[in-house]
Each structure stands twice: as structure tokens, then as C-alpha cells.
């Protein structure tokens, strides 16, 4: 084998065992030889590269940018996919478009996609509510005081992006959603009254999400998500 086939099989390897790529790094080792460029570019690369450092919505367009990130999402990357899922279906009103990419996104485990494409599947109804059930039951954990501070985490990051572009498509689905009357015990409802996320539990106060009311948990995180969007 030669030194510089060596070189890119060992650098590739180093690559495999990290669990996150940044594109600052990425744009660094661009510089150092051709071995490293031929790396970077490589599929499995761009399919676990890290977006954090790019924004959403860049106040100018770029093609180089827009290359890049379509490059991202033919390698799998899920949050270039998320992201362009969430540009379409909020923004450039091409809801089957944005509802496929999201989709893809939530199959490959980018929690964002997950938690916007299941409560659009809520706010949708009828077969689909059952649906995104299903698909937001993957971000609960075993206690509720943990599940609550990982969904107020998504919430917040999501409704930030969304807040002013996105709020015409935000109040459509508020309209659009229609909450079931549930029969339950009630002590899902309570639960959630009673408890806020940025509090520590204990395990005399906690609750197990096995014995949540889910139609009352997610119906109380739809209410969350479109609180002040009139």
C-alpha cells in the first residue's frame, strides 16, 4: 500500500471513530493536503459533519453554500436534511416536499425532525395523530422530569428559528389542531401542572412516562409549542 493511499485509510479510520464532525475542522484539514481534501469530501463525512456553524437563515445566498449543504443532504446528513425540510414546509410552502425531507431526517434519529414532524402529524388528526404518537414516543424517557427538559430544549431551539418566518404556517396548524377529550385518571394532567422542567425531581415527585396519559403529554406540548402565536 502506498504512503499516501496509508495516509488517507488511517486519517479515514480516525474520521469513522468520532461521533461528531465540525465544519471548522473540516474546512482546516481542506488546507493541509489533497489526501485530506479527497477525506473531506468523502460521503461518510458529510453524512455525520455538524451544521451548528452555518445558520439557518442566512441573511445573504451563497451558492457555494447551497452546493455544500445539497451535497449534505445527498450523503444522508440528517440535519441538512431537517433543515431543508423545515425551510419548505414553513417557509416556501411546499408542504409535501417538506413533510418527505422531514421525514427522512426523523428516520435517521435527528431529534429536531422528530419533534416537528410528529406534532405536525398531531395538529394534522385523524389517523395521523395515532402516527406522531409513535414517532415522539422515540424522545420519551423512562421518568417524565427527564423527558420534560429534553423537549423544553427542542421547544425552545425550534420555536426560535420559526418565531418570525415561520408563524403564518405556526397558526394554520394551531387552527388546525383539535385536542381529544380524554377519559383517563387524570394524573398525567396533574403531573404536568404541578411539575416545571427547570426544576430537579426526586423520586418521590417523579413520574414514570410507561404510566403517562400520552393524549394528555403531547396535547400539553402542542399547547407549549404554539403558546403566543395568535
Given at each position: 500500500m502506498?504512503?499516501?493511499?496509508?495516509?488517507?485509510?488511517?486519517t479515514?479510520k480516525?474520521?469513522?471513530w468520532?461521533?461528531l464532525?465540525?465544519?471548522?475542522?473540516i474546512?482546516?484539514?481542506r488546507?493541509?493536503?489533497?489526501?485530506?481534501?479527497h477525506?473531506?469530501?468523502d460521503?461518510?463525512?458529510?453524512?455525520?459533519?455538524?451544521?451548528?456553524?452555518?445558520?439557518?437563515f442566512?441573511?445573504?445566498?451563497?451558492p457555494?453554500r447551497?452546493n455544500?449543504?445539497?451535497?449534505?443532504?445527498?450523503s444522508?446528513n440528517s440535519?441538512?436534511?431537517?433543515?431543508?425540510?423545515?425551510?419548505?414546509?414553513f417557509?416556501?410552502?411546499h408542504?409535501?416536499?417538506g413533510?418527505?425531507?422531514l421525514?427522512e431526517?426523523a428516520?435517521?434519529?435527528?431529534?429536531?425532525a422528530?419533534y416537528?414532524?410528529g406534532?405536525?402529524l398531531?395538529?394534522?388528526?385523524?389517523k395521523?395523530k395515532?402516527?406522531?404518537?409513535?414517532?415522539l414516543?422515540s424522545?420519551m424517557?423512562p421518568?417524565?422530569?427527564?423527558t420534560?427538559?429534553e423537549l423544553?430544549?427542542?421547544?425552545?431551539k425550534?420555536?426560535?428559528?420559526?418565531w418570525w418566518?415561520?408563524?403564518?404556517?405556526?397558526?394554520?396548524?394551531k387552527r388546525?389542531?383539535?385536542?381529544?377529550?380524554?377519559e383517563c385518571?387524570g394524573q398525567t394532567?396533574?403531573?404536568?401542572?404541578k411539575?416545571?422542567a427547570w426544576h430537579?425531581?426526586g423520586?418521590?415527585?417523579d413520574m414514570?412516562?410507561?404510566s403517562?396519559?400520552?393524549?394528555?403529554?403531547?396535547?400539553h406540548?402542542?399547547e407549549?409549542?404554539?403558546?403566543?402565536?395568535?
Open positions: 502506498s504512503k499516501r493511499r496509508r495516509e488517507y485509510t488511517f479515514k480516525n474520521f469513522m468520532r461521533s464532525l465540525v465544519l471548522s475542522a474546512r482546516s484539514l488546507l493541509v493536503s489533497k489526501s485530506f481534501r477525506i473531506c469530501d460521503k461518510y463525512v458529510l453524512y455525520r459533519l455538524s451544521l451548528d456553524e452555518i445558520p439557518l442566512p441573511w445573504t445566498h451563497n457555494e447551497s455544500f449543504l445539497k451535497r449534505c443532504r445527498r444522508g440535519e441538512a436534511l431537517y433543515r431543508k425540510g423545515l425551510i419548505n414546509f417557509l416556501d410552502n408542504t409535501h416536499k413533510l418527505r425531507l421525514t431526517a428516520e435517521k434519529g435527528n431529534k429536531e422528530i416537528v414532524y406534532m405536525v398531531i395538529c394534522f388528526g385523524d395521523t395515532q402516527k406522531g404518537f409513535k414517532i414516543s424522545l424517557k421518568l417524565m422530569s427527564n420534560m427538559k423544553v430544549e427542542l421547544r425552545y425550534i420555536r426560535d428559528s420559526l418566518r415561520g408563524r403564518p404556517v405556526m397558526k394554520q396548524l388546525t389542531y383539535v385536542p381529544e377529550k380524554c385518571d394532567k396533574t403531573f404536568l401542572r411539575n416545571c430537579g425531581y423520586e418521590d415527585n414514570n412516562t410507561s403517562a396519559c400520552e393524549f394528555c403529554f403531547w396535547h406540548e402542542v407549549l409549542f404554539f403558546d403566543n402565536i395568535e
